[in-house]
C-alpha cells in the first residue's frame, strides 16, 4: 500500500495498516506527504489513531516494511508508528526519513484501553511471539521527545528485539521522553546508536508517569522510568544491548540519565560516548548489572568532561557480580558538587577506572573510587599527561641582530670607536626611518659592570645627535666611579667652549633644536 499525498492527519483512533494473519508475508506500508500528523485515541479510549504493520498470533509470514517519507512527522496525544509481531514471523522493519523535523509529545487522556499511553515510534516482540523484532531507523536533521514520548524496540518474549538508529543534526529528549531496548524475557535488548553531527540533550523528568503507573500498572506504561533517558535493560535472562552516541556536545541534565543494565544473568552491554564535550548536571550514566557480566561505560575524543550538582558515572555491581569498567579520555575532567565516579561492588569484585587528561579537577565533596564491599577491590588509574611549557616557545635565532645594516651613516674613523646595540625594550627601530616626534631613547645607561672601575679614552671626534652619550671627557684617562647618576632624557643640545657639542639635560636660551631628523656627522 502507498499513500501519496500534501498532507496526511490520522486521529480520533483512526488507523492505516498492514498485516498477515497466515503463512505469507505483510504487504508493504508507504507514506509519502509533505506533513504528517497523528493524534490522538478515539472517544472510548480502544483504539489508538496510527501507522501499523504486524504479525498476527497465527501467522508464520513476516511482516510487512512501514516507510514513512516526509518533510515534518509529528505524533502526539497518545498516537503511534507501530510494527510488531504477537506470531512465528518477525516484525517488520520500521523507516521514517523526515527533511526537516520530527516531533513526538506527550500522552493520551487516561481511560479505555489506551488511556494513558505514550506517543511513540516502536517495534516489539510480543509475549507469544516466536519472531524476532524489527529495527526503526530514521533520518532527520531535528528529532524531538517530550513529555513522556517513547521510541521503543522492545522484546517481550524469548526471541531478540529490533535496534534502534537515528541519523541526524540535533537530538533532544525532555521531560521523560526517552529512547529505549529492552529484553523482558529471555530475548536479548537491541542495540541504540544515535549520530547527531551538533548536540544531544537530555532534561528533566515525565510529572505524570507516577500517577499514570498507580492507575495503570506497568503493561501500560511504555516509558521504563520517570527520567529522560537512552536506555537498553535486559530483566530476564537475555542480554542488554549496547548504547553509542555520538555528537559534537552530550548534556545530561535534571535528573536524566543513558544507561545500560541487567537485573537478570545476562550481561549488561556497553555504553560509549564520543563527543567533544560532555555535560553532567544532576544527570548519570551508568552501567549496572546484578548477577550477569558486568557492564562498561567508555568516553572517548572529548576536549571536556564536567560533572556537576550530583552527577554520577558509574558502573556498580549488585549482589555477586564484578564492577564494571569506565574508560575516560579527555584534555580535561572537572568534577564538582558532589559528583562521583564509581565502579563499585558488593560480594563481587571492584571494577576498573582508567582516565586519560591532561587535567583532572575535583572538590572534597567528589571521589573516584573502585571498591568492594566484600570482595576484591577494583583499580583506580589517572594517566595525566606529562605537560612540557618549553615545547611551546619559539626557537630565537643566535644573532638578535644583523649587524650588517644597522648603521646608516658612518663617522670619521678614530681611535677606538665603536657600536653597541643595548636593547630598548622591543624591536629596535628601522635605522632607515626618520625619527619621529613621539620617538625617544629608550635606554640612556652606560654599559658599565657595578662596581668596578673602567678607564675610557677621550675622544675628540664631534658626536652625531643619535650616539648616546652621557658626559664628555678630556683626552687624558678618568675614572668613571660606581656613583649612580639618575638618569635623565636629554631635552636639547649645546655647543661648548670647546667647540664640541653636548646633549643637556635642560635646554639654555641659546637658540637649539631638541632633535634633528637627520643622520649627518659634526
Request: aromatic share 2%; charged share 15%.
Amino acid at each position: 500500500m502507498t499513500i501519496d499525498t500534501q498532507r496526511l492527519t490520522v486521529r480520533d483512533g483512526a488507523q492505516i495498516s498492514s498485516a498477515t494473519f497466515g503463512q505469507g508475508n505483510g504487504g508493504t506500508l508507504t507514506v509519502r506527504a509533505t506533513d504528517v500528523e497523528l493524534m490522538g485515541i478515539s472517544a472510548d479510549g480502544d483504539a489508538t489513531s496510527g501507522l501499523f504493520s504486524s504479525v498476527q498470533p497465527t501467522a508464520t509470514g513476516d511482516g510487512g516494511p512501514l516507510t514513512v517519507d516526509t518533510q515534518k512527522l509529528r505524533i502526539s496525544d497518545g498516537a503511534e508508528v507501530r510494527s510488531a509481531t504477537f506470531g512465528n514471523g518477525d516484525a517488520g522493519n520500521l523507516e521514517i526519513k523526515a527533511t526537516e523535523s520530527i516531533t513526538l509529545s506527550g500522552v493520551s487522556p487516561v481511560g479505555g484501553r489506551r488511556g494513558g499511553q505514550s506517543s511513540r515510534i516502536s517495534a516489539n516482540t510480543e509475549s507469544m511471539a516466536t519472531g524476532s523484532g524489527g529495527d526503526i531507523t530514521i533520518n532527520t536533521p531535528t528529532t524531538r521527545l517530550d513529555n513522556g514520548a517513547v521510541i521503543s524496540a522492545r522484546s517481550r518474549s524469548n526471541f531478540p528485539g529490533g535496534e534502534i538508529t537515528v541519523n541526524g543534526d540535533t537530538l533532544s529528549l525532555t521531560d521523560g521522553a526517552q529512547i529505549l531496548t529492552s529484553g523482558s524475557s529471555g530475548g536479548d535488548a537491541g542495540s541504540i546508536t544515535i549520530n547527531a553531527t551538533d548536540t544531544i540533550t537530555l532534561s528533566g523528568i515525565d510529572p505524570t508517569y507516577n500517577d499514570r503507573l498507580a492507575i495503570l500498572g506497568a503493561d501500560r506504561v511504555d516509558p521504563d522510568g520517570e527520567e529522560s533517558a537512552i536506555a537498553s535493560r535486559a530483566i530476564g535472562d537475555g542480554q542488554a544491548g549496547s548504547i553509542n552516541l555520538n555528537t559534537k556536545t552530550f548534556i545530561l541534565r535534571d535528573q536524566a540519565l543513558a544507561t545500560v543494565s541487567s537485573t537478570g544473568t545476562g550481561v549488561a552491554g556497553t555504553l560509549e560516548v564520543n563527543a567533544n564535550s560532555i555535560q553532567l548536571d544532576n544527570g548519570s550514566l551508568n552501567a549496572e548489572t546484578t548477577a550477569g557480566d558486568e557492564g562498561n561505560i567508555t568516553l572517548s575524543d572529548a576536549q571536556l568532561v564536567v560533572l556537576r550538582n550530583n552527577s554520577t558515572i558509574t558502573t556498580n555491581a549488585r549482589e555477586s557480580a564484578t564492577g564494571g569498567n569506565i574508560t575516560i579520555t579527555t584534555d580535561f575532567l572537572v568534577a564538582l558538587e558532589n559528583s562521583d565516579i564509581t565502579a563499585n561492588a558488593i560480594l563481587g569484585r571492584g571494577g576498573n577506572i582508567t582516565i586519560t587528561a591532561i587535567g583532572i579537577f575535583s572538590d572534597r565533596t567528589s571521589e573516584i573510587t573502585a571498591s568492594s564491599q566484600l570482595g576484591i577491590d577494583g583499580t583506580v588509574n589517572l594517566n595525566t599527561l606529562d605537560v612540557n611549557p618549553f615545547q611551546a616557545l619559539a626557537k630565537l635565532p643566535a644573532d638578535v641582530v644583523d649587524t650588517s645594516n644597522q648603521i646608516v651613516t658612518s663617522c670619521a674613523a678614530v681611535d677606538g670607536n665603536s657600536f653597541v646595540v643595548t636593547g630598548g625594550g622591543g624591536l629596535p627601530a628601522d635605522p632607515t626611518g626618520v625619527l619621529r616626534g613621539q620617538v625617544v631613547v629608550p635606554d640612556l645607561r652606560l654599559m658599565v659592570d657595578e662596581g668596578n672601575t673602567q678607564p675610557v679614552k677621550s675622544r675628540k671626534t664631534r658626536s652625531s645627535l643619535r650616539r648616546r652619550l652621557q658626559y664628555h671627557h678630556d683626552r687624558d684617562q678618568t675614572a668613571i666611579t660606581n656613583q649612580k647618576l639618575p638618569i635623565i632624557e636629554a631635552q636639547g643640545w649645546i655647543i661648548n667652549d670647546q667647540g664640541i657639542v653636548e646633549l643637556v639635560a635642560y635646554p639654555t636660551q641659546i637658540s637649539h633644536g631638541s632633535w634633528i631628523n637627520h643622520h649627518s656627522c659634526f
